[in-house]
């Protein structure tokens, strides 16, 4: 069984969704970040960077539970333990890799970034704001490239996709002009999003119970 430290954001739903897709069983604990939960003693034994998700492995392959923390070696760890949502070959499995870094490395603190300052700011900055939104349409730009060459961001449904999709859901929620005139992406969100096990991970945590 693994615990799944988590809380209602994108990179908290990109561990989720890869868990429903890959069949694995797991126990929500909830992390409520608007509370300050990250920084309490027990979640800081868990991730001492105080941030969401976190993963412990009560499984692991020396039968010791195994703590994995930030989103991106969660998603590496599952797909390596399962077999699942990684390819073996190196060509092709380097090709997941680099969208999947693409989305930790671009995708998520520009977008992330720009939610910020459009959204929670507490003062007006355009400078940031045309920043972000600037490198978040350059970076939608190359995703809609990259989807015109197939279904999903490395060929096959990967950790990838597992990766980009709560964050372009999300931004396009708040942001939906970044996505005027992009003819793949939105494609490739109903795509992604009419999967079974993408909408049960969308839904993690349920925070109406």
Not at 20 to 45: C, H, R, S, W
Not at 109 to 138: C, D, W
Request: proline residues 7%.
């Amino acid at each position: 069984m693994i615990d799944l430290y988590t809380f209602a954001t994108p990179n908290g739903r990109k561990v989720s969704i890869a868990l429903e897709e890959m069949g694995l069983p797991y126990n929500v604990k909830v992390v409520d970040i608007t509370k300050g939960d990250q920084f309490k003693p027990e979640f800081l034994a868990v991730n001492p960077n105080n941030k969401i998700p976190a993963i412990v492995d009560h499984a692991s392959v020396d039968h010791r539970p195994l703590t994995v923390f930030e989103s991106g070696a969660i998603l590496l760890y599952l797909a390596e333990k399962t077999g699942k949502l990684l390819p073996s070959h190196p060509r092709a499995k380097a090709e997941v890799t680099q969208w999947l870094m693409f989305q930790m490395g671009g995708v998520g603190p520009m977008f992330g970034q720009l939610g910020y300052f459009t959204r929670f700011s507490k003062a007006y900055v355009p400078h940031a704001i045309e920043r972000y939104r600037n490198e978040s349409r350059r970076l939608l730009g190359v995703l809609d490239e990259q989807l015109g060459k197939g279904d999903y961001v490395a060929g096959t449904f990967s950790i990838a996709d597992c990766a980009l999709y709560p964050w372009l859901a999300g931004t396009r929620e708040y942001n939906p002009q970044l996505f005027q005139g992009l003819r793949n992406v939105p494609q490739y969100l109903h795509r992604v999003g009419s999967r079974p096990a993408v909408q049960r991970g969308m839904k993690v945590p349920d925070l109406k119970r």
